[in-house]
């Protein structure tokens, strides 16, 4: 996929303010440092998370990247995460920690329960530089369990991921495999 579509915030029908819906998939699932209004559950329709996209800059380093999630599409799929209601100030940061071959996708979010609105998520598609690339889950976590960046072991990422997602009730068929081979990589 390559082309995106940035979309303007809109206001909410709450406050009255310019605020944004944001869906998380990846490590924004559990790593919110940023200022949020509110979070829900949620997926969005036909798209799958995959561990495809390279980290230069948080899991690995320039001469060896890490591993991390972007979404492709694929009809019938939901990819489920969580949803950040967010002021736009808050882009200026994601923009800056999404910056290794991510861009914001204007896209429908659904919420958990029901309900649903337009919203933002970040995407590397297979035209950025840091794309890796379709892979087995074996080889994928024989990658990861190789990286480590400044923000620490590719591990770490994915396994952080796993446990949100179970938190959520979620199951994701391609996170939980690589989790797997990770540990029969690494039995200890």
């Not at 605020?19 to 979070?39: M, T």
């Not at 995407?123 to 080889?139: M, P, R, T, V």
Request: glycine share 10%.
């Amino acid at each position: 996929m390559s082309s995106t579509s940035i979309i303007e915030p809109r206001p909410d029908q709450s406050n009255g303010q310019r605020n944004v819906w944001l869906f998380a998939y990846g490590s924004l699932i559990y790593k919110a440092d940023f200022p949020f209004i509110e979070r829900r559950p949620a997926s969005i329709a036909n798209w799958a998370r995959r561990f495809w996209q390279g980290s230069h800059d948080h899991r690995g380093t320039p001469d060896a990247p890490g591993r991390v999630a972007t979404i492709v599409a694929q009809a019938g799929a939901f990819c489920h995460g969580m949803a950040y209601l967010v002021a736009p100030q808050v882009f200026e940061h994601l923009d800056r920690r999404e910056q290794n071959g991510y861009a914001r996708l204007a896209t429908e979010i659904l919420f958990e329960g029901g309900g649903k609105t337009n919203g933002l998520v970040y995407i590397a598609g297979e035209d950025n530089a840091a794309f890796l690339g379709a892979a087995s889950e074996l080889e994928i976590a024989r990658h990861i369990a190789q990286s480590a960046g400044p923000s620490g072991p590719n591990s770490e990422y994915l396994l952080h991921l796993a446990v949100a997602l179970r938190e959520l009730g979620k199951h994701d068929p391609h996170v939980f495999a690589i989790e797997r081979h990770l540990a029969e990589l690494n039995p200890d």
